[in-house]
């Protein structure tokens, strides 16, 4: 995993930078509690209107239950949620315009597909012959319309997880949550599936929760996205600000791959920050304006298509350097990684991007290299 | 070794069916005894239950204990049903254990118990004991039954169909009836026939609980008994066991005709 597919070109579109802007979905306060344990923690928490926003965070950290909250099947124990500025505690899933794909599917076994779908434009009260067009409408988009006349029991699980997508977008919600849309389909289908699931986003002007445990996925999809653990959020933002600049190393570390330096605070402040790394035996120099005390613990972060690698040594070999000796290397088809073990024992990772077929190897097992850094290539993480 | 035990097998089978079928066997061949006397054979003859047609007091009882196991069942049936949704659904309400321990609590009464203390009840209300005072009684018997079954199938049962059926618009209302009840509705029917043959053969509690005018065909039997079993007796026993293993051979092609689409259809999901 290198750098992350940031997706196509996204329209200017950031109400999250507007501090006039009225949010669509607030969270305030959220606490869930089931009996003594706490499955969110005191969450707040803005959406836009139109926003795809994703929830990324390990099993078990609540993202379901964030998500149960918003569609009205589970009430939370403190704070409030509002849609459109209207406090949503009290009403039932029922009257609530959002629709949610279950992470079980939850398809009504006895119906056949096409009814399946159509399940919720009846309640809708819709006329016949809409429903029709609209179950066709969906039974294309998902590509199963040879299947409408089947039972969810006599349909592969890619193939029922496309179904339960169907029926959560055929009603066209305000608000469309998605718990792990995409989980059983293979990657080809997946992606195509992203795509279209961008593009009626777009077309529709609907807001998606989507979550998901592929951080690729959430970065192809998502405008912005929360990392959370433990029923916190641990950082809301765009893909590119959560890959570049994450506020933490829980956040670092789950986003991609990254070499985490621990040092401590040699200077701080406007113009840049100077860590001395005591285990690795580096100064590492950054324009970042860090707000720390001299001698805090602080780590660095950088990723490793950020280093250069090289048998020369650079220019000022004391900053932003560190010399090793190569220890494995790793063949990823457009990459390579290089796993560079350090005199004192530690091992960092670089990435070469392969631009031109193999012949010969510049860099080989055990030859001893220089791994350099730009000023702004990484981030000082202070938590 | 292995032929000895072989033939300890088979000797414990056929003694085993020997025990429960042979008593059965025997009343259905007598029923076609041509004598008067049950225990001599006397040739093939089918007047027993030409003399059956013509016992109206036998023919009204078969028809109160029907009409009695087919109002009861379908009373208990709804109860009991109710009374599984709320003891699995409810969650922690105040007298949940209390609750789901009287619902129980019939099953292991012994009949006397139970027949004698809605013979009381009755009495005390001062109510005409007679077919509705059965019907009751039977429904309180058999509620429980009901209850227990619909419940172990409520308890794996997938919550989320019903909360995705509510996310669609669905009123809660509404999804019991197009949701739950269609997927439970196989517990809900072998509570219904558990009921319906436990109000047929229940003599007990019938006993109790019924008054003049209302004997139901087990009683009759039991009191004809008591002045000898004539051929009639197991006339009518051959013809409500023909009723019964009808509806076993019925239910058991119908569950295996399931098993073999389902496991069509497998196939078909397979091949994508
Ligand atoms: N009804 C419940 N009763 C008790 N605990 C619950 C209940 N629902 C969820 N939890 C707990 O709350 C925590 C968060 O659950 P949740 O389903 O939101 O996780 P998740 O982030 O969706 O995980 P996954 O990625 O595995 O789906 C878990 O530890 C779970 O065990
Ligand atoms: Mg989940």
Same mark, same amino acid.
């Given at each position: 995993?290198?750098?992350?597919?940031?997706?196509?070109?996204?329209?200017?579109?950031?109400?999250?930078?507007?501090?006039?802007?009225?949010?669509?979905?607030?969270?305030?306060?959220?606490?869930?509690?089931?009996?003594?344990?706490?499955?969110?923690?005191?969450?707040?928490?803005?959406?836009? #209107?139109?926003?795809?926003?994703?929830?990324?965070?390990?099993?078990?950290?609540?993202?379901?239950?964030?998500?149960?909250?918003?569609?009205?099947?589970?009430?939370?124990?403190?704070?409030?949620?509002?849609?459109?500025?209207?406090?949503?505690?009290?009403?039932?899933?029922?009257?609530?315009?959002? &629709?949610?794909?279950?992470?079980?599917?939850?398809?009504?076994?006895?119906?056949?597909?096409? =009814?399946?779908?159509?399940?919720?434009?009846?309640?809708?009260?819709?006329?016949?012959?809409?429903?029709?067009?609209?179950?066709?409408?969906?039974?294309?988009?998902?590509?199963?319309?040879?299947?409408?006349?089947?039972?969810?029991?006599?349909?592969?699980?890619?193939?029922?997880?496309?179904?339960?997508?169907?029926?959560?977008?055929?009603?066209?919600?305000?608000?469309?949550?998605?718990?792990?849309?995409?989980?059983?389909?293979?990657?080809?289908?997946?992606?195509?599936?992203?795509?279209?699931?961008?593009?009626?986003?777009? &077309?529709?002007?609907?807001?998606?929760?989507?979550?998901?445990?592929?951080? #690729?996925?959430?970065?192809?999809?998502? =405008?912005?996205?929360?990392?959370?653990?433990?029923?916190?959020?641990?950082?809301?933002?765009?893909?590119?600000?959560?890959?570049?600049?994450?506020?933490?190393?829980?956040?670092?570390?789950?986003? $991609?791959?990254?070499?985490?330096? #621990?040092?401590?605070?040699?200077?701080? $402040?406007?113009?840049?920050?100077?860590?001395?790394?005591?285990?690795?035996?580096?100064?590492?120099?950054? &324009?970042?304006?860090?707000?720390?005390?001299?001698?805090?613990?602080?780590?660095?972060?950088?990723?490793?298509?950020?280093?250069?690698?090289?048998?020369?040594?650079?220019?000022?070999?004391?900053?932003?350097?560190?010399?090793? #000796?190569?220890?494995?290397? $790793?063949?990823?088809?457009?990459?390579?990684?290089?796993?560079?073990?350090?005199?004192? $024992?530690?091992?960092?990772?670089?990435?070469?991007?392969?631009?031109?077929?193999?012949?010969?190897?510049?860099?080989?097992?055990?030859?001893?290299?220089?791994?350099?850094?730009?000023?702004?290539?990484?981030?000082?993480?202070?938590? | 070794?292995?032929?000895?035990?072989?033939?300890?097998?088979?000797?414990?089978?056929?003694?085993?069916?020997?025990?429960?079928?042979?008593?059965?066997?025997?009343?259905?061949?007598?029923?076609?005894?041509?004598?008067?006397?049950?225990?001599?054979?006397?040739?093939?003859?089918?007047?027993?239950?030409?003399?059956?047609?013509?016992?109206?007091?036998?023919?009204?009882?078969?028809?109160?204990?029907?009409?009695?196991?087919?109002?009861?069942?379908?009373?208990?049936?709804?109860?009991?049903?109710?009374?599984?949704?709320?003891?699995?659904?409810?969650?922690?309400?105040?007298?949940?254990?209390?609750?789901?321990?009287?619902?129980?609590?019939?099953?292991?009464?012994?009949?006397?118990?139970?027949?004698?203390?809605?013979?009381?009840?009755?009495?005390?209300?001062?109510?005409?004991?007679?077919?509705?005072?059965?019907?009751?009684?039977?429904?309180?018997?058999?509620?429980?039954?009901?209850?227990?079954?619909?419940?172990?199938?409520?308890?794996?049962?997938?919550?989320?169909?019903?909360?995705?059926?509510?996310?669609?618009?669905?009123?809660?209302?509404?999804?019991?009836?197009?949701?739950?009840?269609?997927?439970?509705?196989?517990?809900?029917?072998?509570?219904?026939?558990?009921?319906?043959?436990?109000?047929?053969?229940?003599?007990?509690?019938?006993?109790?609980?019924?008054?003049?005018?209302?004997?139901?065909?087990?009683?009759?039997?039991?009191?004809?008994?008591?002045?000898?079993?004539?051929?009639?007796?197991?006339?009518?026993?051959?013809?409500?066991?023909?009723?019964?293993?009808?509806?076993?051979?019925?239910?058991?092609?119908?569950?295996?005709?399931?098993?073999?689409?389902?496991?069509?259809?497998?196939?078909?999901?397979?091949?994508?």
């Amino acid at each position: 995993m290198v750098g992350p597919a940031i997706g196509p070109v996204r329209r200017a579109f950031a109400p999250w930078n507007d501090p006039s802007a009225k949010p669509f979905i607030e969270f305030r306060n959220v606490t869930k509690r089931f009996g003594d344990f706490v499955a969110v923690k005191d969450l707040s928490l803005k959406i836009y #209107e139109r926003e795809f926003f994703a929830l990324l965070g390990p099993s078990g950290c609540g993202k379901t239950t964030l998500m149960r909250m918003l569609g009205g099947f589970d009430e939370p124990t403190e704070g409030s949620i509002l849609l459109e500025g209207k406090d949503l505690v009290g009403i039932p899933p029922y009257r609530r315009p959002t &629709n949610m794909m279950f992470q079980s599917y939850a398809l009504f076994p006895h119906m056949t597909v096409a =009814d399946n779908i159509a399940f919720g434009l009846k309640q809708a009260g819709m006329p016949k012959a809409d429903i029709q067009s609209r179950v066709d409408e969906m039974l294309a988009l998902v590509k199963l319309e040879k299947f409408a006349r089947r039972k969810p029991h006599q349909l592969s699980g890619g193939q029922r997880q496309r179904v339960a997508l169907a029926r959560s977008l055929a009603k066209k919600p305000k608000v469309l949550l998605l718990d792990e849309p995409l989980g059983a389909l293979d990657k080809k289908l997946r992606e195509e599936t992203q795509f279209e699931l961008m593009d009626l986003q777009m &077309n529709l002007g609907m807001t998606f929760l989507i979550v998901t445990h592929d951080q #690729e996925e959430a970065m192809t999809v998502a =405008d912005r996205i929360a990392v959370m653990n433990n029923g916190v959020i641990v950082q809301v933002a765009t893909p590119a600000e959560i890959y570049e600049q994450p506020n933490s190393r829980y956040v670092a570390d789950f986003i $991609g791959d990254i070499n985490l330096i #621990e040092g401590k605070v040699a200077s701080a $402040g406007e113009g840049g920050t100077r860590l001395a790394c005591a285990a690795t035996g580096a100064t590492v120099e950054t &324009n970042q304006t860090l707000t720390a005390a001299i001698g805090d613990e602080a780590w660095f972060a950088i990723r490793p298509e950020k280093m250069r690698i090289s048998r020369d040594a650079p220019a000022d070999p004391a900053v932003n350097a560190l010399a090793g #000796e190569v220890w494995d290397i $790793g063949y990823l088809g457009d990459v390579s990684i290089y796993h560079v073990r350090l005199p004192t $024992g530690a091992t960092v990772k670089a990435t070469i991007t392969n631009a031109t077929r193999l012949v010969e190897r510049p860099i080989s097992w055990e030859d001893k290299v220089w791994l350099t850094w730009s000023r702004d290539a990484g981030v000082v993480l202070t938590r | 070794m292995r032929k000895g035990q072989s033939w300890f097998n088979t000797t414990s089978v056929a003694l085993g069916f020997a025990f429960l079928y042979a008593p059965i066997v025997i009343l259905v061949i007598y029923s076609f005894n041509d004598s008067k006397l049950v225990t001599v054979w006397g040739g093939f003859s089918t007047r027993w239950y030409v003399e059956l047609l013509n016992d109206q007091a036998m023919l009204d009882a078969a028809w109160i204990t029907l009409r009695l196991a087919l109002l009861s069942a379908t009373m208990a049936t709804i109860l009991g049903t109710l009374a599984a949704i709320t003891m699995v659904r409810f969650g922690r309400f105040l007298g949940r254990s209390l609750f789901s321990g009287m619902i129980y609590a019939p099953l292991v009464m012994p009949d006397v118990i139970t027949g004698l203390s809605l013979l009381l009840l009755f009495v005390s209300i001062d109510i005409d004991r007679g077919f509705w005072t059965v019907t009751l009684a039977h429904t309180t018997l058999t509620m429980c039954f009901v209850a227990v079954v619909v419940q172990s199938r409520l308890v794996v049962f997938d919550r989320s169909l019903e909360e995705a059926a509510l996310d669609l618009g669905c009123p809660p209302f509404k999804t019991f009836f197009v949701i739950t009840l269609p997927l439970i509705l196989p517990a809900v029917v072998a509570g219904w026939m558990l009921a319906f043959t436990l109000s047929l053969d229940d003599l007990v509690i019938a006993s109790f609980t019924t008054g003049p005018g209302a004997t139901t065909l087990p009683m009759k039997i039991f009191s004809q008994v008591k002045f000898g079993v004539t051929p009639e007796i197991n006339a009518i026993s051959t013809i409500l066991i023909t009723i019964v293993a009808i509806g076993v051979i019925a239910a058991s092609l119908f569950n295996k005709r399931r098993e073999v689409e389902r496991q069509k259809a497998e196939r078909l999901a397979m091949q994508g």
